[in-house]
Nanobody
Framework: QVQLVESGGGLVQPGGSLRLSCAAS????????MGWYRQVPGKQRDLVAG???????NYTDSVKGRFTISRDNAKNTVYLQMNTLKPKDTAVYYC?????????WGQGTQVTVSS
């Protein structure tokens, strides 16, 4: 049974930081490309950051320089360090795992940036 469990979301003031974690089980984690997506009500789910099985990273333009994605294959966990948060970063953040035609999602964690 595959599980992706996100944690670390919450309420933070503008300019603050959060670190999201996604713990994977039931997959050979080191072989998967991992990603963080976010979604606000009424809009599509968009890629925020990705990291390949080889460690190559990519980011959407709006988070470059503020967010950092990383992975710990020994812990089967992918992280998203989010700094200098802005109200427009408010969304539900989802973890994603992809290997060839296999594609899995976590349940999401809410991030709210507000004063």
């Amino acid at each position: 049974q595959v599980q992706l469990v996100e944690s670390g979301g919450g309420l933070v003031q503008p300019g603050g930081s959060l670190r999201l974690s996604c713990a994977a089980s039931g997959i050979f984690f080191s072989s998967y490309d991992m990603g963080w997506y976010r979604q606000v009500p009424g809009k599509q789910r968009d890629l925020v950051a990705g990291i390949t099985s080889g460690g190559t990273t990519n980011y959407t333009d709006s988070v470059k320089g503020r967010f950092t994605i990383s992975r710990d294959n020994a812990k089967n966990t992918v992280y998203l360090q989010m700094n200098t948060l802005k109200p427009k970063d408010t969304a539900v953040y989802y973890c994603n795992a992809v290997f060839r035609r296999l594609h899995y999602w976590g349940q999401g964690t809410q991030v709210t940036v507000s004063s």
